[in-house]
């Protein structure tokens, strides 16, 4: 699965620019954006992923199921550069080997990952929020007496609108309900111009109104980015899987549409069934 000649690409172009070489283009012309090879993680002698072969195609949303300990956590880890594996290779797009890069390399490099619980600054508004997602000065004060010009208003603008907070613009982020935080976070999210989006469940502590809107809301991002989504809510995986990997002590059990994943035999047994 490794493409082949990128070992030589990423020693050309390390250096002290290195995440931004590699964060102005992820090739994708041979289709898929994140390749994982037989990535293997262990924490004291404990197997977290064991031998993870995973590959996801440009413009996909992928949904990632599993019970607890299954590796979901630690194979996000992996890609965002938080987890070195003990054995193994990952890729972004053909070139870009993601085990030579830091963490703040990835994220620069078009990957971004939303944890569980949302992070937003809470005493600024939604448009100050997104506001400093899209700053390169990340100093709050810095960042909020630089003036916009009309074309970051406007992204800014058209985010709100996708995320369905326009009438929210100028409302204090603490003030929000979780959903719409979530929301929010994703929107931060999105200012960074990320080719890959990871997202730890999103619709954990949702209501069922904040739920639908989350679903057509990944629905319209898919296409335009590239999604991985870990998710332990059922209903809300069958409204928005293309393609469904089930994950089981590290190691990938099934793959394919929801319908496959929910009648193999295997996932019954160890997931679904519980």
């Not at 996909?60 to 054995?87: F, H, Q």
């Not at 193994?88 to 830091?102: E, P």
């Not at 997602?133 to 010009?149: F, G, I, Q, Y």
């Not at 809301?217 to 990997?245: C, P, Q, W, Y």
């Amino acid at each position: 699965m490794n493409p082949q000649g990128a070992a030589l690409h990423i020693h050309a172009a390390a250096g002290p620019d290195y995440g931004h070489v590699m964060g102005e283009g992820v090739d994708v012309s041979h289709g898929p954006i994140l390749y994982l090879d037989d990535i293997t993680v262990s924490f004291d002698g404990f197997r977290a992923l064991n031998k993870l072969t995973l590959t996801v195609e440009a413009g996909e949303l992928r949904c990632i199921i599993g019970p607890n300990g299954a590796g979901k956590t630690t194979m996000m880890d992996v890609i965002t550069g938080k987890t070195r594996p003990d054995l193994g290779t990952a890729f972004f797009g053909q070139t870009i080997d993601l085990l030579r890069m830091t963490e703040p390399q990835i994220a620069h490099a078009g990957i971004g990952r939303k944890f569980q619980k949302p992070t937003v600054f809470e005493n600024h508004s939604v448009f100050e929020n997104l506001e400093l997602a899209m700053k390169t000065d990340k100093r709050v004060k810095a960042s909020l007496l630089t003036k916009l010009d009309s074309a970051a208003q406007d992204r800014i603008a058209e985010t709100l609108t996708l995320i369905r907070l326009a009438d929210q613009s100028g409302r204090l982020a603490g003030l929000l309900s979780h959903g719409q935080k979530q929301w929010l976070e994703i929107g931060m999210l999105l200012m960074q111009e990320p080719r890959l989006l990871l997202l730890d469940e999103p619709v954990a502590g949702m209501t069922d109104a904040e739920t639908e809107r989350t679903a057509e809301l990944f629905n319209s991002l898919a296409g335009k980015h590239s999604l991985v989504v870990v998710e332990h809510d059922m209903d809300f995986v069958g409204r928005i899987a293309r393609k469904v990997t089930v994950l089981h002590e590290g190691s990938v059990l099934a793959e394919g549409s929801m319908d496959t994943v929910q009648n193999d035999e295997r996932v019954i047994e160890v997931y679904l069934g519980r």
